[in-house]
């Protein structure tokens, strides 16, 4: 099976950029050694400055983590946008470093065109994939189809009125997995549960706040208490709607709970960091090309309300131990492969 390249769907990886004039190297972790004292090289290439972004910082502590379990070096060169993109991977070439790793759909072209033109050189795509990859082009990718079932399941469980929905950036095959697993999830301990979803769309579907607010609005009036928010940078449109409704929301990616604290429900949250080190022990290891899903089984996905640490993630999950209780035994079915959740990328 191969996965399409497609964008992911927080506000981590949303194009909304965070404004910063850190182009170029960021530094070396000290805590990895120098490169005279290590086995291995690594840089990390983010689409954007790191900052308060969640996602992003989370495959920065894959690579430290990876370079501390590897013994390798580890350099993170943050761009700004499209052009300092490739005057990074350009300088990252240039240092030869064992691994080179790009996050996000925002590298994708470059790091497809940089592994033709370099072949020598092993690249590592995050949370993206190429249509056509090179045997030097491994690619992390995740199931997010499976974590969105199981907020489905928390909101069929929370639902007072039996209407629940989702704002989505586009009406896309791949934009689906945020919205029809949530519908399945929901409808599998509550099958009268009334759905519909509302689409951003616009110039700016994945970074347009008003107009994902306005979906929101729409829905709550139509009576949904839930909703799954699946719009990027639009996702905190939804949490305000929610803090003026009476809808809660469900976040993607991260812990989005502390986006908008008592309006958040739970995330469907992506492991970037485990999928990292994973990816990052394969190739040195000589295992390259191709890409790995990862899912439940494989801790690359999961709910912040099924994470340690719950009661302070500011999320709403927190008040219900007893919808968590059931939440995770629904978890533990889709990992033994009792449960299997479709994905309505390759549904057709």
Request: net charge negative; aromatic share 6%; hydrophobic share 45%.
């Given at each position: 099976?191969k996965?399409?390249?497609?964008?992911?769907i927080?506000?981590?990886i949303?194009l909304?950029?965070?404004?910063?004039?850190?182009?170029?190297?960021a530094?070396?972790?000290d805590?990895?050694?120098?490169?005279s004292?290590?086995d291995?090289?690594?840089?990390?290439?983010t689409?954007?400055?790191?900052?308060?972004?969640?996602?992003?910082?989370?495959?920065?502590d894959?690579?430290?983590?990876?370079?501390?379990k590897?013994n390798?070096?580890?350099?993170?060169y943050?761009?700004?946008?499209?052009?300092s993109?490739?005057?990074?991977?350009?300088?990252?070439?240039?240092?030869?470093?064992?691994?080179?790793?790009?996050?996000?759909?925002?590298v994708?072209?470059?790091?497809?065109q940089?592994?033709?033109?370099?072949p020598?050189?092993?690249?590592l795509?995050?949370?993206?994939?190429?249509?056509?990859p090179?045997?030097?082009?491994?690619?992390?990718?995740?199931?997010?189809?499976?974590?969105t079932?199981l907020t489905?399941?928390?909101?069929g469980l929370l639902?007072e009125t039996?209407?629940?929905?989702?704002v989505?950036?586009?009406?896309?095959?791949?934009?689906?997995r945020?919205?029809?697993?949530f519908f399945?999830?929901?409808a599998?301990?509550?099958?009268?549960?009334?759905?519909?979803?509302q689409?951003?769309?616009?110039?700016?579907p994945?970074g347009?706040q008003?107009?994902a607010k306005a979906?929101?609005?729409?829905?709550?009036d139509?009576?949904?208490?839930?909703?799954?928010?699946?719009a990027?940078?639009?996702?905190?449109?939804?949490?305000?709607?929610?803090?003026?409704t009476?809808?809660?929301?469900?976040?993607?990616?991260t812990?989005?709970?502390?986006?908008?604290?008592?309006?958040?429900?739970?995330?469907?949250?992506?492991?970037?960091?485990?999928a990292?080190?994973?990816?990052i022990?394969?190739?040195?290891?000589?295992?390259?090309?191709?890409?790995?899903?990862?899912?439940?089984?494989?801790?690359?996905?999961?709910l912040?309300?099924l994470?340690?640490?719950?009661?302070d993630?500011q999320?709403?999950?927190?008040?219900?131990?007893?919808?968590i209780?059931?939440?995770a035994?629904?978890?533990?079915q889709?990992?033994?492969g009792d449960l299997?959740?479709v994905?309505?990328?390759?549904?057709g």
């Amino acid at each position: 099976m191969k996965l399409s390249a497609r964008a992911g769907i927080s506000t981590g990886i949303a194009l909304v950029a965070v404004a910063a004039s850190l182009t170029g190297c960021a530094g070396t972790d000290d805590a990895a050694g120098s490169a005279s004292s290590t086995d291995a090289s690594i840089i990390l290439i983010t689409p954007t400055p790191i900052g308060s972004n969640n996602f992003l910082q989370l495959a920065s502590d894959g690579a430290a983590e990876a370079a501390e379990k590897y013994n390798a070096s580890v350099d993170v060169y943050e761009s700004e946008d499209p052009t300092s993109i490739q005057q990074n991977l350009d300088a990252a070439v240039r240092e030869k470093p064992d691994v080179i790793i790009g996050v996000s759909y925002s590298v994708l072209d470059q790091f497809t065109q940089a592994a033709i033109d370099y072949p020598d050189q092993q690249f590592l795509l995050i949370d993206t994939s190429a249509d056509k990859p090179t045997d030097n082009l491994t690619a992390a990718v995740f199931k997010e189809y499976e974590a969105t079932y199981l907020t489905g399941v928390e909101a069929g469980l929370l639902s007072e009125t039996g209407n629940i929905g989702v704002v989505a950036a586009l009406d896309t095959p791949f934009i689906h997995r945020w919205i029809d697993p949530f519908f399945a999830g929901a409808a599998s301990v509550n099958p009268a549960i009334t759905t519909a979803a509302q689409y951003v769309g616009g110039d700016n579907p994945f970074g347009d706040q008003a107009r994902a607010k306005a979906q929101a609005q729409i829905l709550a009036d139509s009576g949904a208490d839930y909703v799954q928010a699946a719009a990027s940078g639009g996702n905190l449109g939804v949490f305000e709607a929610a803090s003026e409704t009476s809808v809660k929301a469900f976040g993607v990616d991260t812990n989005q709970c502390l986006d908008s604290p008592g309006n958040v429900v739970d995330n469907a949250i992506k492991r970037v960091d485990i999928a990292v080190v994973s990816s990052i022990g394969d190739i040195l290891d000589g295992t390259t090309g191709g890409f790995t899903a990862y899912g439940l089984a494989e801790g690359g996905v999961s709910l912040t309300g099924l994470e340690d640490g719950v009661a302070d993630s500011q999320c709403l999950i927190a008040d219900h131990p007893d919808v968590i209780e059931k939440v995770a035994a629904v978890r533990d079915q889709i990992v033994a492969g009792d449960l299997v959740v479709v994905d309505p990328l390759t549904a057709g």
